[in-house]
């Protein structure tokens, strides 16, 4: 495995930029995970380092060396895609030792078989290693498509929503697998993903892109508590950040300047109040089991946070809310800490 780095990066399709000045270090064992809306720059990023796109400036680095001029098959990376693309009519095993039978490796056979072996119970599919590839399920495809690329030793793993074809069940499963199997082969791997969960549980870093530009990476932590601007706060956070205007809810204190206050649950105190002294109400509560989602309305604007089911909050009720130490943006939307 190797340092990935790409220096002030950038992809032009005509007009459009599709990557625009990409800054980034993945270290050598690290998870990171690309998270932007569709059309940000993510797969041409993973392309870029692939070698199956050509930059128009800056340079790829690979383990110390400039492959920017490289290709594809120069460039040691392991690329899985959303969907499957396993060759039919080979069986699970013939599928997983592909990778490994070109001339050019020269692989003695006991060797193949054994990292073949050695994969298939790494990913969980080594009782099904004489069956054709066609007869398997979708989650079990998509097994066999990272152990492709595993069987390999490659310099780094590019991963293109791998999940994003399963059901939320598998995926779920397969995102712990997969993690996993990265920590125990400490495995340099660059992911992207337009689901907030994958990135939030998985990623060492989060690479937040938008528009072919990369906003911020830091900890899914940082990323989540410390957002440099409203893009990236409103990327994270399930129910979505509350985006208020300043003077709708009391708040210790307002910094001059702030005109977008983003309240997350963790950030909005709830108490019961009598009409009078109210200044929202409950409009109406999902219930998702272990918690409810509570609608409220203030002024005409829409809140929505998480709450505890047996907190004794019912539609119609009056509430007090107010703010405790919330994220406050300028005009620009950047953020003022
Ligand atoms: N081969 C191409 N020709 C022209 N434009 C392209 C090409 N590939 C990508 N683009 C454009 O570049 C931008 C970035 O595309 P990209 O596929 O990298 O986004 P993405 O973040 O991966 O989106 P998605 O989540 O939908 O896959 C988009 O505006 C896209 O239309």
Known sequence: MAEVRLESVTRRFGDAVAVDHVDLVIADGEFV??????????????????????????RIVIGGEDVSDRAPSERDVAFVFQQYSLYPHLTVFENLAFPLKSPARRMPKDEIAARVNKVAAMVRIDHKLANRSTALSGGEMQRVA???????????????????????????ELRVELKRIQNEIGATLLYVTHDQVEAMTMADRIGILAEGRLLQIGTPREIYTDPVNLHVAARLGHPHINLLKPGLLPCESVPGGARTIGARTEHLEIRPSSKTNANARVDWIEHLGDQNHLHISSEGEKIITLADPYAGINPGDTISLSLKNPLFFDENGHRIT
């Open 146 to 172: 990272i152990g492709r690329a595993l069987v390999r030793d490659p310099s780094i793993f590019l991963m293109d929503e791998p999940l994003s074809s399963l059901d939320a069940k598998l995926r779920a």
């Open 33 to 58: 995970v690309l998270l932007g809306p569709t059309g940000a720059g993510k797969t041409t990023t993973l392309r870029l380092i692939a070698g199956l796109e050509k930059p128009d400036g800056g």
